[in-house]
């Protein structure tokens, strides 16, 4: 069975812009969730995507959003990119039901100069 | 405010022994403990978990041990490889769910042969 895919693996952006990520989930997982990894702050949940509903949101800005498409597929955005936007961003799946770990992707490794 | 507190940033331990990694947590909702493992460009990989009901879960080498009055956890890998020398995250939720993780910061393991 296929693992968590996210596209693309590194990206670099300037000050201002935005930038969308992708997320596959696992075959039959219908739970998307979103983290970012920084140095100083380690993982911090972003969002939870079930039925292209938004059900759990971390603390983060409004300039953080998502989406989940009926096939399950996630994309997040981030608008007005600042420097410390930096960071590794997680994408992970699960099955539904009590006590389903996370299945994470391999991360975007996002860049903002 | 960190939640879930790993104190020992890094542990050096020999090929053939025991491995124990620490995890201290403040929300006494949490009911949900993971324990994942990540190597260096790569996403989590989800170890082992155990819920609030449970004070012990083993799985192979790995066994897991929560200890709910101390609000502690611990990973033991025993024997320990080479091959285990990774940083290891420790995560809890609150009402069984995999998704809204609290994660600590990790601690980085090497296992010298």
């Known amino acids: 069975k296929a693992g968590v895919t996210q596209t693309p693996r590194y990206l670099i952006k300037t000050r201002g812009q935005q930038v969308t990520l992708s997320c596959s989930p696992i075959?039959?997982?219908?739970?998307v969730s979103w983290y970012q990894q920084t140095p100083g702050q380690g993982l911090q949940f972003l969002f939870e995507?079930?039925?292209?509903?938004?059900?759990n949101k971390g603390n983060f800005p409004g300039r953080f959003s998502g989406r989940q498409f009926s096939n399950s597929r996630s994309e997040m955005n981030v608008s007005t990119l600042e420097l410390g936007d930096s960071a590794l961003y997680l994408c992970?799946?699960?099955?539904?039901?009590?006590?389903?770990?996370?299945?994470f992707g391999n991360g975007t490794r996002l860049t903002v100069t | 405010d960190q939640q879930v507190k790993q104190n020992s940033p890094s542990l050096s331990v020999q090929e053939g022994r025991i491995s124990i990694l620490n995890c201290d947590y403040t929300?006494?909702?949490?009911?949900?403990f993971l324990w994942y493992k990540k190597y260096p460009a790569e996403g989590p990989t989800f170890l082992i978990s155990?819920?609030?009901?449970?004070d012990k879960n083993e799985d192979g080498r790995f066994t897991v041990f929560l200890n709910k009055s101390a609000k502690h956890l611990s990973l033991h890998i025993v024997p320990s490889q080479p091959g285990d020398s990774a940083v290891y995250f420790c995560?809890?939720?609150?009402?069984?769910?995999?998704?809204?993780?609290?994660f600590g910061k990790g601690t980085s393991l090497l296992v010298t042969p």
């Open positions: 992970a799946s699960s099955l539904m039901g009590h006590n389903s770990p996370l299945h």
């Open positions: 075959s039959g997982h219908r739970s």
């Open positions: 995507y079930f039925s292209e509903t938004q059900r």
């Open positions: 929300n006494s909702m949490f009911d949900y």
């Open positions: 155990i819920s609030s009901i449970k």
């Open positions: 995560a809890a939720s609150v009402g069984g769910s995999g998704y809204a993780l609290n």
